[in-house]
């Protein structure tokens, strides 16, 4: 076969299995209902990607139990609720009305709208546009809310606060001398260009929010008042009197990207009757409030805030709400290493965010799902006693979802097996020995070729001196096969303070089924191992998330005989990008194949044009010295004093440029793709741009892909492009002689 014939076969196999593979949806979320008989009734959201409309479709799905004794017997199915249009939606705590916020075109102008429906019928709509009151509702994962008040009255939501409009000093105006007074009014002249800043990557066009209050009751949308202007609202919710408790984040002297960024200096606030007053501590950065049912308990996670790591363990704490005094309990603690908990489980800390509804209907147990090591746990902690119980589980990922009474909605998932929606029922003694049994409201797809490929989890110490010597990787691919017969990919994730969970993924299922066997690598500097793991990181980029990626390498050759080492391929993306970059630079001759995803390339010159400066403020008695400070000076371990580069900064300079890929270029050998995002805020794509020109120079063979879209590629039509190329990249490059001449 000639090699065009067999290079055209080859891509139209991969685009057959991409789109296998994209017909798996994604369990998005649950929401455990009631109904009128007392039977269990489930609601969940799955998405699913649609590439004819290069767009990710949504949609609903209802499971009804056909029996009101818990283990149900069955659930009926109702055909799927196509919601692609709808943004968010929640329902009164009576279930008895739906609120909707829709996004539709009209007149070729995109619009949003809150709908209200009941049972039988659509009831009311609300066309923001038309009332503006405010900018777009916000939708994003950071900020969001949208709530019914507990009289079934009012939706609680945030929103882009209303700005006047602006004109250019001069434009002709007009006739209408009334039209005219009006306008004059309502606009400002001479700010059209004005920088307004925003939240950085992903929260692009988030400025000022707002908390704006619907009351469906007499039409009408209110902007509550005393927030002060330096913080920006958001995870808003009622307290049970209806007052208001939600986060607030600084955004002076500057806008920090909020993005996989928990360090950001925030509170915990309460807004009664227009007055604001905190809830938590200076100093520290906070997220997900939840009120108990009883409406007497606040919880949230809460960390250090300020110059460390971006992501690290949180604590768990709470305030009891019918008392006035300030003071907050520690129910969970920041973990260190790890801690002991019932049964002799090890328990690394909390690295995720708290369901929406987390608590038992008796608000003496919460629950919640974290990252633990290269899995996703699920625990019950009790707030009195404050003990921690593991939810037995096999060696899947289990994440909660949903609590309502005594039911917990659950995903369940793993590298080989895709979202499965399960449902338990909790009881005090489920508290004890975390033993909540399941049933599978979904059976998971059969993915065809995953026969035989298997996951496998392993840990590593490393017999030296170094305070912390552990990390993990997992080997995912072919069971067995002949001696040196397997391609495999090494993958380290980015962050850098983020990890690989045993999760199904589409990009490592269509490397796996492509041929290739994967390693992923939580090296040291990841979460779900302790505080310590994580700021072990701070000042040793390049060395030690290097050494441990080469150790990994090197073990799964030892461990998984059919891997072949002689063809062994790179991909990461962002600090991963880093990573693959610096391998293939000072590993050279142990990598064919790389493919780096939005890399950084040189921390120097990315210093201060990335969306996440970290903002330390050292203030005096005064509070009016602030100084800023990059990722890159935290990660390079450069000293806290550091201002910003100027001329008493070379030496912090050349730090960030010594631990830089950049320093390794000129020894890479392995033909590299480079994929970029003109839209990147959190690594500009001059980075790569940067590697891809020295590599051509070099006369080392190298692409580089160019997409509008930012950090993450991940839009319908830069995701199948860059994965597809990515594969066939790998593929060519790590290719036996025999299969180039065939």
Known sequence: MASGQRVCLQIKELVNLYKSLAAYPFLSSAQILGTANGRL????????????????????????????????????????????????????????????????????????????????????????????????????????????????????????????KSEPFYKQKSLDKDKEKKEDNEVTVGNEYIYKPHWGEQLVGKHRPVIAVLDTTVDAITILSGIPDELSPGQVIWTKDQDIIGVAWRHEPLYLGLTVCTNRCSWIFL?????????????????????????????????????????????????????????????????????????????????????????????????????????????????????????????????????????????????????????????????????????????????????????????????????????????????????????????????????????????????????????????????GMGSATVEYLQGQVGTVDVKDCLTATQEAIKKYPWLDPKRIGLCGGSHGGFLVAHLSGQAPDLFKAVVARNPVIDIATMFGTSDIPDCRNALTKEEKIAYLRNVCAVETGVPNNATGPGPEDVDMIVKMRKCSPIMHVDKVKASTLVCIGTKDLRVPSSQGTMWYNRLKINKVKTKMLVYDDNHQLSTGPAEIDHVINNCLWLLEHTATKSEDKE
Not at 48 to 54: F, H, S, V
Not at 98 to 113: E, G, H, M, P, Y
Not at 473 to 479: D, H, L, N, R, S
């Open 271 to 527: 807004l009664k009757n227009g007055e604001y007053r905190k809830l938590s501590d200076d100093g520290c950065a906070v997220h997900s409030p939840r009120i108990s049912p009883d409406g007497n308990c606040l919880v949230w996670l809460q960390r250090e805030a300020g110059a460390v790591p971006h992501h690290n363990v949180h604590k768990l704490v709470m305030r009891d709400l019918s008392v006035e005094q300030d003071h907050t309990v520690e129910i969970v603690e920041a973990v260190r290493t790890s801690k002991t908990m019932n049964h002799n489980k090890q328990f690394y800390g909390i690295y995720g965010r708290l369901p929406r509804r987390c608590w038992s209907d008796d608000s003496q147990y919460l629950f919640f799902s974290t990252p633990q090591r290269n899995n996703i746990v699920s625990y019950v902690v009790n707030i009195k006693t404050k003990d921690i119980t593991e939810i037995r589980n096999d060696t899947s990922s289990l994440s909660i979802l949903d609590v309502k009474g005594d039911m917990i909605a659950f995903l369940n998932t793993s590298l080989t097996q895709s979202s499965s929606l399960q449902i338990g029922r909790f009881n005090s003694e489920a508290a004890d020995i975390g033993d909540i049994s399941r049933i599978a409201l979904t059976t998971p797809m059969a993915i065809q070729g995953f026969e035989e490929i298997t996951y496998e989890q392993n840990e590593y110490n490393y017999d030296n001196d170094d305070s912390i010597k552990q990390f993990n990787y997992i080997y995912f691919g072919p069971k067995s096969g002949k001696a040196r017969s397997v391609p495999f990919i090494v993958l380290p994730h980015g962050g850098p303070h983020s990890n690989y969970a045993n999760v199904f993924s589409l990009e490592c299922s269509f490397l796996v089924l492509a041929g290739f066997a994967l390693v992923q690598v939580n090296y040291r500097g990841s979460t």
């Open 41 to 164: 009734s489930v609601q969940a959201l799955w998405t699913q990607r649609n590439l004819e409309r290069k767009t990710d479709q949504r949609f609903l799905q209802h499971y009804d139990s056909s029996s009101e004794v818990y283990p149900f017997i069955s659930f009926s199915t109702r055909f799927p609720i196509d919601i692609t249009t709808e943004l968010m939606s929640t329902l009164t705590k009576n279930e008895e009305r739906r609120a909707v916020l829709r996004q539709a075109t009209i007149d070729n102008s995109t619009k949003q709208f809150i709908e209200i429906w009941d049972k039988e019928r659509f009831v009311k709509n609300y066309d923001l546009s038309a009332l503006d009151v405010h900018g777009d509702v916000y939708t994003d994962a950071e900020f969001r809310s949208f709530e019914w008040s507990p009289d079934n009255t009012k939706i609680l939501y945030i929103a882009e606060k209303k700005l006047p």
